[in-house]
């Protein structure tokens, strides 16, 4: 598969999420009268994986998140996905995947916020604590990629520090840990935040015009699925 520069990409997506800093007069009159939404088309909102991946579920309807903490725009995609979640029917799951790109500089760090985020996962704490690790890391510079300073944070938002380490240092973090970056192999992952729905369909901030167009996006591609 042809490599794609991360850099270009994240850069690509940014523009995409700001917008342009002058409307068209096009976009304004879309704007203006309120206009339907964006129909999702194939090879331009979304792509089919080349190899589809099994669901955790038979009787599910899974959507998977490849993120990173560090990301601005997985930041960015935060709240509006978990609005979007909350109002999905009890058969639509939202699965997290933690990126670790290989080869890169920004691996280890990529690899120290994997651990945190499957430290949390297998304590059952993401759901409540997502948002405020991007917080802590985006906004308040917190280095959390170490088991210290990761406790010493988990401890200051109620969760009891021994426990922490417990599941930091298990063989199933270490696992999950050394296993992300085959999960970007395996959904073909190009740039961040990237969502898969089914295995299937992919769809991205740059193809979706902007993190805040994933959502719509991800209700048209869940029809698709025929459940």
């Known amino acids: 598969m042809q490599t794609v520069s991360r850099t270009a990409v994240l850069l690509l997506a940014t523009a995409l999420t700001l917008g342009p800093a002058v409307p068209t007069a096009a976009a304004a009159a879309q704007h203006s009268t309120g206009s339907a939404p964006v129909?999702?088309?194939?090879?331009?909102?979304?792509v089919s994986l080349k190899h589809p991946q099994p669901v955790h579920g038979a009787s599910v309807r899974e959507v998977v998140e490849i993120f990173w903490y560090g990301c601005r725009h997985s930041a960015q995609l935060e709240q509006p996905l978990e609005a979007w979640a909350a109002r999905q029917p009890h058969d639509v799951v939202l699965r997290r995947i933690p990126a670790v790109w290989p080869g890169t500089s920004d691996q280890t760090v990529e690899r120290g916020h994997a651990r945190l985020f499957y430290t949390l996962d297998r304590l059952g704490e993401v759901d409540r604590l997502q948002s405020a690790v991007f917080r802590a890391v985006r906004e308040d510079g917190l280095d959390l990629t170490t088991e210290d300073p990761a406790a010493g944070w988990a401890a200051e938002h109620g969760i009891d520090e021994q426990r922490f380490r417990s599941a930091y240092?298990?063989?199933?973090?270490?696992?999950e840990t050394d296993h992300a970056p085959d999960?970007?192999?395996?959904?073909?992952?190009?740039?961040l935040p990237t969502a898969v729905v089914q295995g299937r369909?992919?769809?991205s901030a740059t193809r979706a015009g902007g993190v805040t167009g994933i959502p719509a996006i991800l209700d048209q591609l869940l029809q698709k699925t025929g459940h």
Not at 41 to 46: A, D, F, K, S, V
Not at 183 to 191: D, F, G, I, L
């Open 201 to 203: 369909y992919q769809t």
């Open 183 to 191: 999960e970007m192999t395996r959904y073909e992952v190009t740039e």
């Open 39 to 46: 129909v999702a088309r194939e090879g331009e909102q979304y």
């Open 169 to 175: 240092e298990s063989s199933q973090v270490r696992d």
